[in-house]
């Protein structure tokens, strides 16, 4: 489950540039989910092989009790309930402010592990100015520079010091593997309603997993011989023997879960159409490489027109999504179940499939041979076998000379031939090449 890092302190101390230099982007925004003010952001961040998600707040004022200023605190305090690590951030240059003070106050009253960053501190790693900062009873401080990227990696590597790296490729995706299944959706679409079906309908005893607060719940369901882990994003309660869905969105349980799981299921709303929301939600799961199904819930409470103007909609919003299925379903009305759990087992099979490298080899030369690459000045690439390169999602490594030339284009007409031979669906594929090195290119004449 990867960290949360909240970014916590009083306007204009810099926290948006270090968000930006934590999540290396200019922007950086991996959701901007309406309902939430502009001023609270996620975004997704990596030091070596370690993810982390960080959170960009407003000016914080705890005690702010109107207006905007009221909306950002409120923003704030969410972001810190979420968080396992708040960065508070400072300003050597302004100095140590009463509001910093508050703010310090507040964080001590929240339970949670802070770490002091004390901003537009270049060159200054040993100034007498730091010393006051000792004051706000936060430990050490820890200078940066957010504008010039200077301390950074060793907050970073001091705020994921309680984290043990995850051993991802340690486990073994066998026959007895549960398949991790999330459902996102933004709120109201009728997560919760699905959920408490599927668990009606099982008749399996569920339970909440032990663990920390930061482990997202996980429910675990058999149907039809095949074992699922249910990671809970509706958040799920256990209230006495019956589970209660409570429909409370939160951004950080959601890709959360999103990265932690085998397949999603991404639910719309057919009587609102796709928003926003949605094409953030499938874009963060696209770029998560997680299989997934789309599921359109209340299908049953719109007329044939509308149906028509959402299959448009879908078609242009989601078109990223294209490999997708499409499954009509009402979680009420328990309808469209039975082909919604097919399509969940059709996507974690395409994305957990093993392509032999003799047939990839073969399906490359016959799309080469159909239609060859386009030459770029006196090269043409040369494609000359390929083998698989990881699963879930699936990756094909294509090997040959000159192919940084070939188009993007040109790999998604590969992808396509792939896709058809094998019939990957609801599974993100990824084409890398390698070229080999071409010693008559290299100048020595």
Excluded: C
Excluded at 45 to 73: H, Y
Excluded at 335 to 347: E, H, S
Excluded at 369 to 390: D, I, N, T
């Amino acid at each position: 489950m990867k960290p949360v890092i909240a970014l916590v302190g009083r306007p204009n101390v810099g926290k948006s540039t270090l968000f930006n230099r934590m999540t290396k982007s200019r922007d950086a925004i991996v959701a901007d989910f309406a309902g939430l003010t502009r001023d609270r952001h996620y975004g997704d961040g990596r030091l070596g092989q370690r993810e982390f998600i960080v959170i960009d707040t407003g000016g914080f004022e705890p005690d702010s009790s109107t207006g905007i200023v009221k909306e950002m605190a409120r923003q704030t305090r969410q972001a810190v309930a979420e968080a396992d690590v708040v960065v508070f951030v400072t300003d050597v240059r302004t100095g140590l402010s009463g509001q910093d003070q508050d703010i310090a106050r507040y964080l001590r009253q929240a339970n949670k592990r802070v770490l002091l960053a004390v901003n537009k501190a270049e060159g200054m790693s040993e100034s007498p100015l730091l010393a006051e900062f000792h004051e706000l009873g936060m430990g050490e401080p820890h200078p940066v520079s957010a504008a010039h990227g200077q301390g950074i990696r060793s907050l970073i590597e001091a705020a994921l010091a309680d984290f043990p790296e995850e051993e991802a490729a340690a486990e073994e995706e066998g026959a007895d593997t549960p398949v991790r299944l999330a459902v996102a959706g933004r709120p109201n679409v009728g997560k919760s309603t699905l959920i408490n079906t599927w668990l009606g309908e099982e008749r399996l005893i569920a339970f909440d997993m032990p663990g920390t607060t930061r482990d997202a719940i996980r429910v675990p369901l058999e149907r039809a011989g095949r074992r699922y882990e249910l990671i809970d994003t509706a958040g799920l309660r256990r209230k006495g023997r019956v589970f209660e869905a409570i429909e409370k969105f939160s951004v950080v349980k959601t890709l959360q879960a999103i990265a932690d799981a085998h397949v999603v299921v991404l639910m719309i709303d057919a009587t609102q159409g796709v928003s926003d929301q949605d094409a953030h939600i499938a874009g963060y799961i696209l770029d998560s490489g997680r299989a997934v199904v789309i599921a359109v819930n209340k299908w049953d409470a719109i007329d044939s027109y509308q149906r028509e103007m959402l299959e448009r909609s879908i078609e242009q919003r989601l078109a990223f999504l294209k490999f997708a299925p499409l499954v009509h379903i009402s979680a009420l009305k328990r309808q469209g179940l039975g082909p919604l759990w097919q399509a969940i087992a059709d996507a974690h099979a395409s994305a957990t499939a093993k392509l032999p490298t003799p047939v990839l080899t073969r399906l490359l030369h016959e799309a080469v041979e159909h239609q060859a690459p386009k030459r770029a000045g006196a090269f043409r690439p040369k494609l000359r076998y390929a083998h698989q390169g990881g699963m879930n999602p699936p990756i094909i490594v294509i090997h040959g000379n000159s192919l940084e030339h070939l188009t993007d284009s040109y790999k998604r007409y590969l992808e396509g031939r792939f896709r058809q031979h094998f019939k990957l669906v609801g599974t993100p594929l990824r084409i890398d090449t390698k070229s080999s090195r071409n010693p008559f290119t290299d100048g020595e004449r």
